[in-house]
């Protein structure tokens, strides 16, 4: 009883999503949980649960100057999955307004109480999937939507640990189609389902599969064509469209069981924004898994510069379509970067086997440092130690460390009490976009208690 519900936190699933993208590089999302007794393929049981849980929340008015407010929340969550194959599950924050400090917003608000703001677009009602998976990875098209919380669009050149719920009044479920037919992989992306914003898509054309029916030359070279445009399109509000693609390719420098050792390499540009800025990079990814420890990594080197430059949808991509940087900045697509040479790394490392006796750690760090003086870094870490009782995450995104700087921040703890209840909390950053493209940042912090059933 209780242990599905407790597995699915939230904020747990937004960074393992990050530290468990395929070795495949086809691309991550949320839809991940921490390696469990998991069901077999063929598995056709179907699993029911309930859960909810409430608790006070204290939230900023979101304007320049203004107070904090405080909330009554209530998530209640139902679930259903069947094997591998299928899972739906649905609901949504309630955030019922207690408190409302200046400026006064409590007149704006639905009856009861309801936070207007959490509702006032189509793209809000969209949280209320929090996970929709048709078919397994391992079959010829699988399709997620939910949050994408850390979003990777293949290797990460154009779209990469990109998060949609950064914004806290916008709230949007996203989808991923991926399709596999012979040596061609194709996955489509859209951050929002009931709005025109993000879409991108990548094809992977294995060369191996294609030249040869030997299984030694499978998935050791690929060839890789991808863009990304984002409309910038949310209700009646909208922001400056963004296109850009990208080539490029990989090739197995080392192929083993339990080690694979890839040289790639592209180039990329914006293609909206007049006389094209090409950039280029070239590097090494490396992935290695014993079982009980499973590490993956990037070394890059790149050059890029204009109104290009890699990794544009990156996780703070939410806040810098307003401010590209900072707070008061000009928004991304106006953001102009002196022509510069940059050196980025990525390490993601899991440990455990996802046994619930056993503790399960998994830490993902990402930096690029550009050499006109400017640092950007994301850092990811899960925890669940031994029994599961008790669930830890945290993750801090910087961007503009030596030029304007911006901190987004969030930790949650979560402590089992009984099979069927649990003690929450959480706190950290908010930004909100205002109506002259500025943020105002804010904190925020809540605690509470869930039930949950299982069956």
């Not at 407010?69 to 924050?93: K, M, N, Y």
């Not at 994408?148 to 996203?174: C, I, K, M, W």
């Not at 030596?402 to 706190?427: I, K, M």
């Amino acid at each position: 009883m209780g242990r599905v519900a407790w597995m699915n936190a939230a904020s747990l699933l937004v960074l393992l999503s990050v530290l468990t993208q395929s070795p495949d590089g086809g691309g991550s999302a949320t839809v991940q949980e921490v390696p469990s007794n998991a069901a077999a393929p063929g598995d056709s049981t179907f699993t029911f649960f309930l859960s909810l849980e409430a608790g006070p929340l204290s939230l900023p008015s979101g304007t320049l100057g203004g107070g904090q407010d405080l909330f009554a929340q209530a998530l209640p969550i139902a679930r259903v999955t069947r094997g591998e194959s299928f899972a739906l599950e649905l609901g949504a924050p309630l955030r019922l307004r207690l408190l409302d400090a200046a400026p006064k917003q409590s007149a704006q608000d639905f009856p009861g109480h309801l936070r207007r703001q959490d509702w006032d677009t189509p793209s809000d009602y969209g949280q209320v999937l929090r996970q929709l998976r048709i078919g397994r990875d391992d079959t010829v098209a699988h399709f997620r939507a939910g949050p994408l919380s850390a979003f990777t669009l293949g290797e990460g050149h154009l779209v990469d640990r990109y998060d949609n719920q950064l914004s806290p009044d916008y709230h949007p479920a996203g989808a991923l189609l991926t399709v596999n037919v012979g040596p061609t992989r194709v996955l489509v992306a859209a951050s929002d389902i009931l709005s025109t914003r993000l879409f991108a898509g990548e094809l992977r054309l294995d060369i191996g599969r294609l030249a040869s029916q030997q299984d030694k030359h499978f998935d050791r070279y690929h060839a890789i064509a991808s863009v990304a445009h984002d409309f910038g399109k949310v209700g009646e509000e909208s922001t400056e469209s963004i296109t850009a693609a990208l080539v490029g390719g990989d090739a197995a420098l080392y192929k083993g069981e339990r080690l694979q050792l890839f040289f790639i390499g592209g180039a990329g540009s914006r293609v909206d924004a007049g006389t094209p800025d090409i950039g280029g990079f070239a590097g090494f990814s490396i992935r290695g898994n014993t079982g009980r420890v499973d590490v993956s990594g990037r070394l890059e080197g790149r050059y890029q510069g204009g109104s290009f430059r890699f990794g544009l949808f990156g996780p703070s991509y939410e806040l810098a379509r307003y401010s590209g940087t900072g707070l008061h900045e000009l928004p991304l697509a106006e953001e102009r970067m002196d022509k510069n040479l940059a050196g980025f790394a990525e390490l993601k490392l899991g440990f455990g086997s996802g046994a619930k006796e056993e503790l399960y750690l998994a830490a993902s760090l990402a930096g690029e440092h550009f050499t006109i003086g400017r640092t950007d870094t994301d850092f990811t870490l899960a925890l669940r130690l031994p029994g599961a009782r008790t669930l830890a995450s945290a993750r801090v995104i910087v961007v503009g460390v030596g030029t304007q700087p911006r901190y987004s921040v969030h930790a949650e703890l979560r402590q089992r009490l009984l099979d069927w209840l649990y003690l929450w909390g959480a706190g950290g950053t908010v930004h909100f976009p205002q109506p002259d493209g500025s943020l105002a940042k804010g904190y925020t912090a809540g605690v509470g208690a869930g039930v949950d059933f299982e069956r």
